[in-house]
């Protein structure tokens, strides 16, 4: 009997407690964690009681953050800790919502549900300019403010993107955006839209962000436009359908490496070095390709089982993370191949490439690789992937989900100005200036080297009067012009006034403001002389205009011609502003010679050749005097005639050396006195 109330008593008992809360059995406290040995599991299910604010607060918790796979709550939400300790990633089925502050890579599980790729329109905005050489390499002198280097948009899932680094230029200042995921707005029910995706300027800093714009939903949607064209620039156009959760028709996809799925290509390592199949913090579990102190040459093989037409794809895709810092000649490089034939150009990944840095040793780093980088591709099979180092050098890395896809690589729209042109992909200098343009040499020469049959190797024509066509300023000599069998310079007016005198050589001096007597400017002549460097030219003649009166309103100038004679320079002729004319040089009988011609001036002043008078170059004297030489003339001599001295008022002294015996023949007349 005892015992049939006993049983009694506790069916009662089970019944009660299905009707009420269970019972709680409290494990551990607050700050500890309790581990399971083998597996853990609950019958009827596993409870999160607790419900942070949001993932920031959550990351308050000194240890949650900390551990790989934990799970939270926030309200009704769920979030796991991904396993690089990097970001809470939402549990459950809708589109994706990533809560991070650092880069995060979602994907889709393929099925029809949850894709892998969707449509996707594109477009540039106008007025980014670029140049970029076929190495690469960008040419600074050409670019405007826009993006420099675009940023590959890739489509992940759902509504969700990848933007691989790019570099713009806002304001005449370069930022680089890191890599950045986006996730779209839900779509409209009925209208489609379009969004912008926008590269940012940095605050404060050098590193510029990735946000996106929603466009308004509308039966016919109009692209949005940047909000602050100070501050932005317009990457690239994203359709969003209406009523979807992903671009209705997928873009091309082609996973290389990616686990989530199963892999349409082989891997083949030439190395331990190179583990294909490691374990070691991948980026999608369970398996990454990770190098371990690897080694010039070494390398790993990825071959298709089915090989892609490679035309249906732009862009090749990967993870990295760096495990040790790479010198900077070190580089992983990428070949593709057709069979055993290498096809295209390698392509490889350094320091600086595409925004990469091995000094980030902590997280992955996503690379867009664009395939117009390789060259021409065809009849893809497979992609090798080399190690190349120096002096011994190795590099540790992590490798994982590379992918070819049909990328969205933003059409960077080309435009040229301000005397540059494009003509098709290929940007010449020449054009219109639109601004006042200054090039700085910074120490570098720039030089004209060629030759042309027609015309001149450069024109410069200036078609508004009062202004320069070219202007030269320098600390010394301004503007050289050499030759080897022409003129070095030439200076010529095509004014078509039939009857007028225009300047063809204008020669200037200013910078002062009060001059003085003297003041003047020169054309110089300087040669080669011997003994001296084919370099060096010695100043033979100059013409030089000055002034001998600097006053405005009676300024009055003169013009010398100077000479060299024995390395001494001195003026030769000056002509003054009234018009005398000076030969500098015949002051002294140092030019004597024996004239046959003889100049004089005409009444209208003009210098006139005459025949030198008779008697001038034969001389005789008689009467008293006698011809000593053909240029002289002796007082002595026999009297001829009477002749007639006249004083005119002055004395004539006579000084004797010798003795005067008697004076006979002399007579002196007083005239008056």
Do not use: C
């Amino acid at each position: 009997m005892r015992k049939l109330f006993l049983l009694i008593s506790f069916l009662v008992s089970l019944v009660a407690n299905s009707q009420t809360q269970p019972s709680k059995q409290t494990i551990g406290n607050l700050n500890n964690e309790v581990w399971i040995n083998g597996y853990g599991s609950a019958y009827k299910g596993f409870a999160l009681r607790f419900s942070w604010a949001d993932t920031t607060a959550a990351n308050t918790d000194p240890f949650l953050k900390n551990i790989a796979g934990i799970k939270i709550r926030t309200g009704n939400i769920e979030w796991q800790r991904s396993v690089d300790l990097m970001y809470w990633f939402r549990i459950g089925a809708g589109s994706a919502i990533i809560d991070s502050t650092a880069s995060f890579y979602p994907f889709g599980d393929g099925s029809s549900g949850n894709p892998l790729g969707g449509n996707v329109n594109i477009s540039q905005q106008q007025g980014n300019a670029i140049q970029s050489s076929s190495d690469g390499l960008f040419v600074n002198n050409f670019i405007q403010d826009g993006i420099k280097q675009p940023g590959a948009i890739t489509w992940i899932q759902n509504y969700d993107y990848d933007v691989s680094p790019a570099i713009g230029i806002i304001g005449g200042v370069e930022y680089r955006s890191l890599w950045t995921p986006i996730t779209l707005a839900t779509s409209d029910s009925t209208f489609d839209r379009i969004d912008l995706v926008v590269f940012n300027a940095g605050v404060g800093s050098s590193t510029g962000t990735i946000t996106v714009i929603t466009g308004t939903p509308a039966d016919d949607p109009q692209q949005p436009t940047i909000s602050d064209p100070a501050t932005q620039l317009a990457m690239g156009f994203i359709l969003v359908t209406a009523n979807t959760t992903a671009p209705p028709t997928p873009p091309q996809q082609d996973w290389i490496y990616e686990n989530y799925i199963t892999n349409a290509w082989n891997t083949l390592s030439s190395t331990p070095r190179i583990d294909d199949q490691s374990t070691f913090v991948p980026y999608s579990v369970p398996t990454n390709v990770r190098g371990l102190s690897v080694q010039n040459g070494d390398n790993i093989r990825f071959t298709s089982i089915s090989p892609p037409d490679i035309s249906d794809f732009n862009v090749i895709t990967l993870k990295i993370r760096s495990q040790s810092i790479w010198a900077s000649d070190s580089k992983i490089e990428l070949r593709w191949y057709s069979g055993a034939t290498p096809i295209g150009n390698p392509f490889s990944i350094s320091n600086g490439v595409l925004g990469y840095t091995s000094t980030n040793l902590s997280s992955y780093q996503i690379l867009t690789i664009a395939l117009s980088n390789f060259g021409a591709l065809a009849n893809v099979t497979n992609l090798l992937m080399t190690v190349r180092t120096t002096g011994g050098r190795t590099i540790s890395f992590l490798i994982d989900d590379i992918q070819l896809q049909q990328g969205i690589v933003p059409s960077v729209s080309y435009t040229a100005s301000n005397a540059i042109t494009l003509v098709g992909s290929d940007f010449q200098w020449g054009g219109a200036l639109t601004k006042n343009t200054n090039i700085t040499s910074s120490g570098f020469n720039t030089n004209f080297t060629g030759f042309t049959t027609v015309g001149n190797l450069v024109n410069i024509t200036q078609n508004s009067a009062g202004t320069m066509a070219l202007s030269a300023t320098a600390s010394s000599d301004a503007i050289l012009g050499q030759s080897a069998t022409g003129a070095g310079v030439i200076a010529r007016s095509n004014n078509t006034l039939v009857s007028s005198v225009e300047n063809s050589l204008k020669v200037q001096r200013t910078g002062v403001t009060i001059p003085t007597v003297g003041y003047g400017a020169a054309q110089e002549f300087a040669l080669n002389a011997a003994g001296g460097s084919a370099s060096t030219a010695l100043r033979s003649n100059r013409l030089i205009s000055s002034w001998s009166d600097e006053g405005i309103a009676t300024r009055t100038a003169q013009f010398t011609l100077t000479g060299v004679l024995n390395a001494v320079e001195s003026d030769l002729l000056t002509v003054t502003g009234t018009g005398a004319t000076q030969l500098n040089k015949y002051v002294t009988n140092a030019f004597l010679g024996t004239p046959t011609n003889a100049i004089g001036t005409d009444a209208s002043g003009n210098l006139v050749q005459f025949a030198v008078p008779s008697g001038i170059s034969a001389i005789t004297a008689d009467n008293g005097l006698t011809a000593n030489t053909s240029t002289n003339v002796r007082l002595g001599g026999t009297l001829v005639q009477a002749t007639t001295i006249n004083t005119g008022g002055f004395i004539t002294t006579w000084t004797a050396q010798t003795q005067l015996m008697f004076l006979q023949l002399l007579i002196i007349q007083q005239v008056q006195g």
